[in-house]
Protein backbone atom coordinates (compact mmCIF):
# COMPACT_ATOMS: atom_id res chain seq x y z
CA UNK A 1 0.00 0.00 0.00
CA UNK A 2 1.46 3.60 -0.66
CA UNK A 3 1.82 5.66 2.13
CA UNK A 4 1.30 9.59 2.80
CA UNK A 5 2.76 11.24 -0.10
CA UNK A 6 4.10 14.49 -0.38
CA UNK A 7 5.55 17.16 -2.89
CA UNK A 8 7.62 18.88 -3.42
CA UNK A 9 10.47 16.40 -1.59
CA UNK A 10 12.65 19.46 -2.07
CA UNK A 11 12.18 22.92 -2.88
CA UNK A 12 14.48 26.24 -2.68
CA UNK A 13 13.17 29.39 -3.33
CA UNK A 14 13.58 33.02 -2.49
CA UNK A 15 12.10 35.01 -0.02
CA UNK A 16 8.95 36.59 -0.83
CA UNK A 17 8.09 33.87 -3.33
CA UNK A 18 4.73 31.69 -2.45
CA UNK A 19 5.32 28.06 -1.49
CA UNK A 20 2.86 24.94 -1.93
CA UNK A 21 3.77 22.26 -0.20
CA UNK A 22 1.12 19.15 -1.44
CA UNK A 23 -0.31 15.55 0.31
CA UNK A 24 -1.56 12.98 -0.34
CA UNK A 25 -3.12 10.68 2.72
CA UNK A 26 -3.41 6.95 2.94
CA UNK A 27 -6.18 5.92 1.66
CA UNK A 28 -8.82 5.53 4.09
CA UNK A 29 -7.29 7.33 6.42
CA UNK A 30 -9.67 10.51 7.29
CA UNK A 31 -7.37 12.66 9.72
CA UNK A 32 -4.63 14.67 8.14
CA UNK A 33 -2.04 16.36 10.37
CA UNK A 34 0.92 19.24 8.83
CA UNK A 35 3.84 19.44 10.67
CA UNK A 36 7.28 21.40 11.17
CA UNK A 37 10.91 20.13 11.94
CA UNK A 38 13.70 22.80 12.90
CA UNK A 39 16.35 22.00 14.77
CA UNK A 40 15.63 24.87 17.48
CA UNK A 41 12.01 24.03 18.08
CA UNK A 42 11.99 20.18 17.06
CA UNK A 43 8.70 18.61 15.71
CA UNK A 44 5.73 20.78 15.97
CA UNK A 45 2.18 20.42 14.81
CA UNK A 46 1.03 23.25 12.54
CA UNK A 47 -2.46 21.93 11.82
CA UNK A 48 -4.90 18.89 11.54
CA UNK A 49 -8.19 18.21 9.57
CA UNK A 50 -11.01 15.21 10.46
CA UNK A 51 -12.98 14.52 7.37
CA UNK A 52 -11.33 17.76 5.63
CA UNK A 53 -12.49 19.87 8.33
CA UNK A 54 -9.80 21.96 10.17
CA UNK A 55 -10.07 21.53 13.84
CA UNK A 56 -6.82 22.32 15.42
CA UNK A 57 -4.66 25.29 13.74
CA UNK A 58 -3.63 26.87 16.58
CA UNK A 59 -0.09 25.83 15.51
CA UNK A 60 0.15 27.69 12.32
CA UNK A 61 3.35 30.52 13.16
CA UNK A 62 1.36 33.60 11.46
CA UNK A 63 -1.23 34.94 8.94
CA UNK A 64 1.71 33.93 5.83
CA UNK A 65 0.62 30.36 6.67
CA UNK A 66 -2.35 28.47 4.96
CA UNK A 67 -3.76 24.87 5.08
CA UNK A 68 -6.76 23.46 2.80
CA UNK A 69 -8.14 19.94 2.22
CA UNK A 70 -10.53 19.89 -0.21
CA UNK A 71 -11.03 16.55 -0.17
CA UNK A 72 -10.09 13.29 1.49
CA UNK A 73 -7.02 12.73 -0.71
CA UNK A 74 -5.47 16.07 -0.85
CA UNK A 75 -4.04 18.66 1.23
CA UNK A 76 -1.68 21.66 0.78
CA UNK A 77 -0.19 23.85 2.52
CA UNK A 78 0.78 27.25 1.71
CA UNK A 79 3.48 29.84 2.72
CA UNK A 80 3.30 33.37 1.37
CA UNK A 81 5.01 35.30 1.09
CA UNK A 82 7.96 32.94 2.48
CA UNK A 83 10.66 33.91 4.71
CA UNK A 84 14.31 32.56 5.49
CA UNK A 85 12.98 31.53 8.89
CA UNK A 86 10.53 29.15 7.41
CA UNK A 87 13.17 27.12 6.03
CA UNK A 88 12.52 23.75 7.64
CA UNK A 89 11.34 20.15 7.19
CA UNK A 90 7.72 19.89 6.82
CA UNK A 91 5.68 16.58 7.23
CA UNK A 92 2.61 15.62 6.14
CA UNK A 93 0.83 12.46 8.41
CA UNK A 94 -2.72 10.69 8.24
CA UNK A 95 -4.54 8.19 10.97
CA UNK A 96 -7.24 5.70 10.58
CA UNK A 97 -11.08 7.15 11.81
CA UNK A 98 -10.88 6.94 15.51
CA UNK A 99 -6.80 5.60 15.12
CA UNK A 100 -4.44 6.77 17.50
CA UNK A 101 -1.64 5.87 15.53
CA UNK A 102 0.09 8.64 12.49
CA UNK A 103 1.81 7.41 9.59
CA UNK A 104 4.10 9.41 8.17
CA UNK A 105 5.21 11.23 4.88
CA UNK A 106 8.77 11.61 3.79
CA UNK A 107 8.79 15.43 4.58
CA UNK A 108 9.17 18.69 1.81
CA UNK A 109 12.56 19.87 2.86
CA UNK A 110 12.18 23.51 2.07
CA UNK A 111 14.47 26.03 1.93
CA UNK A 112 14.00 30.21 1.73
CA UNK A 113 16.94 31.92 0.94
CA UNK B 1 -2.00 18.03 28.66
CA UNK B 2 0.79 15.24 28.23
CA UNK B 3 4.60 15.94 27.92
CA UNK B 4 7.30 13.50 27.05
CA UNK B 5 10.82 14.01 28.05
CA UNK B 6 13.76 12.57 26.07
CA UNK B 7 16.95 13.16 28.51
CA UNK B 8 19.91 11.91 26.28
CA UNK B 9 20.74 14.13 23.19
CA UNK B 10 23.00 12.02 21.62
CA UNK B 11 23.99 8.24 22.30
CA UNK B 12 27.10 6.61 21.25
CA UNK B 13 27.32 3.13 21.02
CA UNK B 14 29.74 0.36 19.26
CA UNK B 15 27.98 -1.75 16.58
CA UNK B 16 26.82 -5.14 18.41
CA UNK B 17 26.50 -3.21 22.10
CA UNK B 18 23.05 -3.17 23.58
CA UNK B 19 21.00 -0.46 23.24
CA UNK B 20 18.85 1.60 25.72
CA UNK B 21 17.45 4.76 25.16
CA UNK B 22 15.19 6.89 27.19
CA UNK B 23 11.68 8.12 27.07
CA UNK B 24 9.79 9.74 30.32
CA UNK B 25 5.94 11.30 29.93
CA UNK B 26 3.93 13.51 31.96
CA UNK B 27 0.15 11.80 31.80
CA UNK B 28 -2.43 11.52 34.39
CA UNK B 29 -3.19 7.84 33.54
CA UNK B 30 -2.37 5.75 31.15
CA UNK B 31 -1.25 6.56 28.11
CA UNK B 32 -0.79 5.63 24.54
CA UNK B 33 2.96 5.58 23.87
CA UNK B 34 5.26 5.42 20.71
CA UNK B 35 8.59 4.99 19.00
CA UNK B 36 9.49 6.61 15.52
CA UNK B 37 12.68 6.42 14.07
CA UNK B 38 13.76 8.81 11.13
CA UNK B 39 16.75 8.46 9.44
CA UNK B 40 18.78 11.28 7.82
CA UNK B 41 16.64 12.56 4.45
CA UNK B 42 13.47 10.11 5.34
CA UNK B 43 10.38 10.41 7.54
CA UNK B 44 9.19 9.21 11.14
CA UNK B 45 8.54 5.57 10.80
CA UNK B 46 6.89 3.80 13.77
CA UNK B 47 8.68 1.49 15.60
CA UNK B 48 6.32 0.09 17.83
CA UNK B 49 3.36 1.52 20.46
CA UNK B 50 2.05 0.86 23.29
CA UNK B 51 -1.88 0.59 24.11
CA UNK B 52 -2.41 -1.39 26.57
CA UNK B 53 -2.26 -5.20 28.21
CA UNK B 54 1.90 -6.58 28.14
CA UNK B 55 3.99 -4.04 28.93
CA UNK B 56 6.84 -5.08 27.08
CA UNK B 57 6.10 -4.47 23.51
CA UNK B 58 8.22 -5.60 20.07
CA UNK B 59 8.46 -3.75 17.35
CA UNK B 60 10.31 -3.76 13.86
CA UNK B 61 14.10 -4.11 13.16
CA UNK B 62 14.25 -6.24 16.55
CA UNK B 63 13.40 -3.27 18.58
CA UNK B 64 11.42 -3.83 21.86
CA UNK B 65 10.18 -1.06 24.46
CA UNK B 66 9.28 -1.31 28.11
CA UNK B 67 5.91 0.78 29.86
CA UNK B 68 6.77 1.08 33.26
CA UNK B 69 3.95 3.11 34.85
CA UNK B 70 5.51 3.31 38.19
CA UNK B 71 8.33 5.28 36.67
CA UNK B 72 6.48 6.96 34.14
CA UNK B 73 9.08 5.39 31.28
CA UNK B 74 8.88 4.01 27.87
CA UNK B 75 12.13 3.02 27.40
CA UNK B 76 13.55 1.55 23.58
CA UNK B 77 16.17 -1.39 23.75
CA UNK B 78 18.08 -3.45 21.37
CA UNK B 79 20.15 -6.23 22.36
CA UNK B 80 22.27 -5.42 19.57
CA UNK B 81 22.99 -2.64 17.40
CA UNK B 82 24.21 -2.38 13.84
CA UNK B 83 25.18 0.73 12.05
CA UNK B 84 22.18 0.99 10.10
CA UNK B 85 20.75 1.80 13.54
CA UNK B 86 22.33 5.20 13.31
CA UNK B 87 19.39 7.89 13.22
CA UNK B 88 17.05 9.96 15.61
CA UNK B 89 14.55 8.00 17.80
CA UNK B 90 11.26 10.33 18.68
CA UNK B 91 9.08 8.78 21.71
CA UNK B 92 5.81 10.20 21.54
CA UNK B 93 2.63 9.98 24.13
CA UNK B 94 -1.09 10.36 23.15
CA UNK B 95 -3.98 11.00 25.38
CA UNK B 96 -6.49 7.75 25.22
CA UNK B 97 -10.15 8.86 25.09
CA UNK B 98 -9.90 12.78 24.07
CA UNK B 99 -7.69 14.51 21.22
CA UNK B 100 -5.27 11.17 20.88
CA UNK B 101 -2.63 13.37 19.06
CA UNK B 102 0.68 12.56 20.22
CA UNK B 103 3.08 15.08 21.69
CA UNK B 104 6.81 14.30 20.58
CA UNK B 105 9.97 14.49 21.93
CA UNK B 106 12.85 15.84 21.24
CA UNK B 107 14.71 13.51 19.79
CA UNK B 108 17.74 11.29 20.42
CA UNK B 109 20.85 10.84 18.21
CA UNK B 110 21.91 7.07 18.04
CA UNK B 111 25.24 7.14 16.80
CA UNK B 112 26.63 3.59 15.77
CA UNK B 113 30.93 3.53 15.81
CA UNK B 114 32.32 0.36 13.45
Known amino acids: DAGVIQSPRHEVTEMGQEVTLRCKPI?????LFWYRQTMMRGLELLIY????????DSGMPEDRFSAKMPNASFSTLKIQPSEPRDSAVYFC???????????FGEGSWLTVV | AQSVTQPDIHITVSEGASLELRCNYS??????LFWYVQSPGQGLQLLLK??????LVQGIKGFEAEFKRSQSSFNLRKPSVHWSDAAEYFC????????????FGRGTSLIVHP
Open chain 1, 93 to 103: ASSLPGGNTIY
Open chain 1, 27 to 31: SGHNS
Open chain 1, 49 to 56: FNNNVPID
Open chain 2, 27 to 32: YGATPY
Open chain 2, 50 to 55: YFSGDT
Open chain 2, 92 to 103: AVGAPGGSYIPT
